[in-house]
């Protein structure tokens, strides 16, 4: 069965950089798009980032293009985002999901697997 497991995250000053990890296991994703997700108090889940596992074609959100970084290591099984100038707004559970199929989409439920999501706050 699926698996996703976020690390990283934490407590940073606005401007500061952070970067948190997903470990893909259970099955070979070379036929999915995996996808990164955010979601503040009160505030419905958004997509933040996304990458085909196989072809590695990447898709930001408008608000961290440029800030953000997605990655995958297809020999570790991982997908990375890191994260630069982050701002007080970036502050919310940030969740790795797993599409199985490769293109890209934002809504979360368009997603069939999900991390138990990690906290990252940015401090003003």
């Known amino acids: 069965q699926v698996q996703l497991v976020e690390s990283g995250g934490g407590l940073v000053q606005t401007g500061g950089s952070l970067s948190v990890s997903c470990a893909a296991s259970g099955r070979s994703f070379s036929s999915y798009f995996m996808g990164w997700f955010r979601q503040a108090p009160g505030k419905e889940r958004e997509f933040v980032a996304g990458?085909?596992?196989?072809?590695?074609?990447?898709y930001y959100s408008d608000s961290v293009k440029g800030r953000f970084t997605i990655s995958r290591d297809k020999a570790k099984n991982t997908v990375s985002l890191q994260m630069d100038s982050l701002k007080p707004e970036d502050t919310a559970v940030y969740y790795c999901?797993?599409?199985?199929?490769?293109?890209?989409?934002?809504?979360?439920?368009?997603?069939?697997?999900w991390g138990q999501g990690t906290q990252v706050t940015v401090s003003s």
């Open positions: 999901a797993a599409r199985a199929r490769t293109n890209y989409r934002t809504r979360p439920n368009e997603y069939d697997y």
């Open positions: 990458i085909s596992w196989s072809a590695g074609s990447i």
